[in-house]
């Protein structure tokens, strides 16, 4: 939910800044930035993907059609402070369970963030190198 609140603001701020208008009052239009910014999470976290864009039909209040454009790059360097506190809190719960990374035997990720490649890749080096499972659908989980 954070990733997708964070897209959401970065592109009302791109479309404020192009076209001069605030979708904030449009609840209407700000749940459908919304939910186009989780699919172009979703296309963007997928294995060999670099960017993405997702058109919005008739979006603009002129009826004009908006597309979301997203890299992969511009995606990590959005997020970064999202991945860090990510980092924190597993630091935290193996803090707060008094283990150690050496006495993880396994480690499985779940939920929509698994998906994103950038958390992948810090989980794998955080854990040096030790195999992620991700097993559970991130969707049923």
Request: proline fraction near 3%.
């Amino acid at each position: 939910e954070d990733f997708n609140t964070l897209l959401v603001r970065h592109f009302k701020k791109q479309i404020f800044r192009k076209h001069g208008i605030d979708l904030t009052p449009d609840i209407k239009a700000v749940t459908r930035l919304r939910n186009a910014c989780e699919a172009l999470k979703k296309n963007i976290s997928a294995e060999g993907v670099k960017e993405s864009k997702i058109e919005l039909c008739s979006f603009l209040p002129d009826k004009k059609d908006y597309i979301l454009h997203l890299t992969r790059a511009k995606f990590e360097s959005l997020c970064d402070d999202l991945f860090e506190e990510t980092m924190r809190d597993v630091q935290k719960a193996l803090a707060d369970s008094q283990l150690t990374k050496e006495q993880i035997d396994q480690i499985v990720i779940v939920g929509g963030s698994s998906r994103i490649p950038r958390i992948k890749s810090l989980l794998c080096k955080f854990f040096e190198g030790k195999t992620l499972d991700q097993s559970i659908n991130p969707d049923e989980a």
